[in-house]
């Protein structure tokens, strides 16, 4: 018999007021939005629920190199340098000569036009972000939950000295270095859209972490890794699992394989704990991604997970079509306590007005072409499993 979890819940109100700028399609916005409907549809009383703190300078730096994290730390934008200055603020700012250092944000990933912009309060909503997801993993190092969830993490692009797609700090790297610290196995589970290939490259030569991928791949989709044969290197052979899919995955092809998969790598790799990146632009009508995925079928991935009875951290990513984001995440918020939420949205919340368009909290989805053909899938697993033969965990 399955018992009730005990479900930590990890969140501050200040992480939906960073802003990447106004044509940007990451919006903190989302965090806060699936925050109201956990409390809307009276999901908040379930959970043990945590103020996210910032993450320390240290922290940051078990993973990322320090003239980065400086450099970072540092950062104010010129619009609030201008700001300071017009009202009469004369002393230094910031080592203002080093922000504006043309080739410094290169070397770093910054870029006001692409996909890492530097904006203001950039690395404290980084800290955030990171906070959540260490102190995350204590509670479960500390068995004081068996899921802990944190909606502001699953950065997982970010590179040691690097930003990289809309990532600055890899917070999913730093909570796994946390738990190992204390357990001999980490399962890390993406089924963001995107490949995981921060948090995979960050532990690709040991075989303490298995990294498992789901993801689009091909046509230049971003970021170009995770390809079948990408499987790890030295010690860590055979302990990075890719699983690169084309364009309209649907539920029916994607949950058979998700569990075919994840049952095999339960079975060879006997993880102590499970970290979870729940990226939701995987779902249909993405900006991004291209994947027909239900709310219902994105979640079932997840619970899943639940049966094997490991600790798992579950965390956040991408996800670009902000209302099915915060139905994505609040629903799945639910299920984590054994609640099965569907209905209206409800009227009270204070982004109702977002949601009127389609006011109930499961959407339909269009009928795509799944690019996918069964004989494809039935190749692509036979691969993965070939490679889980070889795993000796
Ligand atoms: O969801 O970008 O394709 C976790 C996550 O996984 C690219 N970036 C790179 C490679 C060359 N570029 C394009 C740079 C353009 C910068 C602006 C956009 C602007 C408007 C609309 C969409 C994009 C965009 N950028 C779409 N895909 C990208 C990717 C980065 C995706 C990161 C996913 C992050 C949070
Ligand atoms: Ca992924
Ligand atoms: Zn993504």
Redesign the pocket.
């Known amino acids: 018999m399955e018992t009730k979890k005990r479900v930590a819940y990890f969140y501050n109100n200040e992480i939906g007021n960073y802003n990447y700028g106004k044509?940007?399609?990451?919006n903190p916005k989302r965090i806060s939005m699936t925050h109201s409907l956990i409390v809307g549809y009276g999901v908040y009383k379930d959970l043990d629920v945590y103020t996210t703190r910032e993450a320390t300078k240290e922290e940051i730096m078990q993973f990322h190199d320090q003239d980065y994290v400086e450099y970072l730390s540092n950062y104010v934008s010129s619009t609030k340098i201008d700001f300071l200055r017009k009202n009469g603020c004369t002393a230094p700012i910031i080592d203002e000569e080093a922000k504006n250092d043309v080739e410094k944000k290169r070397q770093y990933g910054i870029?006001v036009?692409?996909?890492c912009p530097g904006f203001d309060g950039v690395y404290t909503f980084s800290q955030l972000s990171t906070g959540g997801s260490i102190d995350a993993a204590h509670l479960i190092i500390n068995n004081a939950a068996d899921v802990a969830i944190n909606w502001g993490g699953?950065?997982?692009?970010a590179k040691k000295g690097e930003a990289?797609?809309?990532?600055y700090v890899n917070d999913i790297v730093i909570c796994i270095l946390e738990l190992l610290k204390v357990f001999p196995r980490v399962l890390y589970i993406d089924i963001?859209?995107?490949?995981?290939d921060g948090v995979e490259e960050a532990f690709f030569t040991t075989n303490r972490v298995m990294t498992v991928s789901f993801h689009e791949f091909g046509e230049?989709?971003?970021?170009?890794t995770g390809g079948l044969n990408s499987s790890g290197e030295g010690l860590g052979k055979n302990y990075a699992v890719n699983v690169p899919l084309r364009p309209g995955m649907d539920d029916e092809s994607y949950k058979q394989l998700f569990k075919n998969v994840m049952n095999k790598v339960m079975e060879v790799f006997r993880p102590d704990v499970v970290v979870f990146q729940t990226?939701a632009?995987s779902l249909a009508n993405d900006?991004?991604?291209h994947f027909n995925l239900s709310i219902r079928g994105h979640g079932e991935c997840l619970t899943y997970m639940l049966r094997f009875n490991v600790p798992v951290v579950v965390l956040?990513?991408?996800?670009?079509t902000i209302q099915n984001v915060s139905r994505c995440w609040a629903y799945e918020t639910g299920l984590l306590v054994k609640k099965n939420l569907n209905g209206p949205i409800p009227v009270d919340d204070p982004f109702f007005h977002l949601y009127e368009k389609q006011n109930m909290l499961h959407v339909p989805i269009q009928q795509v072409e799944n690019k996918n053909s069964k004989e494809d899938l039935n190749k692509i697993q036979e691969e993965v499993f070939k490679q889980l033969k070889e795993v000796d965990a």
């Open positions: 044509l940007h399609l990451m870029d036009q692409a996909d699953g950065l997982h692009h990289y797609g809309f990532c963001d859209v995107h490949h995981g230049d989709f971003f970021p170009g990226g632009d900006k991004i991604g956040g990513g991408g996800g670009y």
